[in-house]
């Protein structure tokens, strides 16, 4: 049997996580959008000033910021990243900080650790 294929309008879900952060406590909102056999991707929403603190990171993962402006930190290094950026993440403990509103895609390669 065929596993049927759905689409979702990324820009459409990019403001409705941007309002779901808005309302949170936290000032974050996510949501799953693919998780296949070798990759998982979330789309992020932080609003200004949010963060996700330092944390490992998996052996292989990219970061596409779909709207605002993100900064990507690791103990030696900073990206200031925004609405089109790409970036492959490095493989050490790294944080991110909205210094805008944003939502991006964060894609993971679930097939090795």
Do not use: C
């Not at 949170?24 to 979330?42: C, D, E, H, P, W």
């Not at 929403?45 to 330092?54: K, Q, V």
């Amino acid at each position: 049997m065929t596993e049927k294929l759905t689409s979702e309008n990324l820009a459409e879900l990019s403001r409705e996580l941007l309002s779901r952060a808005r309302r949170a406590g936290s000032g974050r909102a996510a949501k799953g959008i693919f998780t296949g056999t070798y990759l998982r991707q979330v789309l992020l929403a932080l609003t200004a000033g949010s963060e996700l603190a330092e944390h490992d990171s998996p052996p292989e993962a990219t970061l596409q910021v779909l709207e605002g402006s993100v900064r990507l930190t690791t103990t030696d290094e900073s990206w200031e990243l925004s609405t089109g950026d790409h970036i492959a993440i490095p493989a050490e403990r790294h944080a991110v900080t909205a210094l805008e509103d944003a939502a991006f895609i964060l894609t993971i390669r679930m097939d090795i650790s």
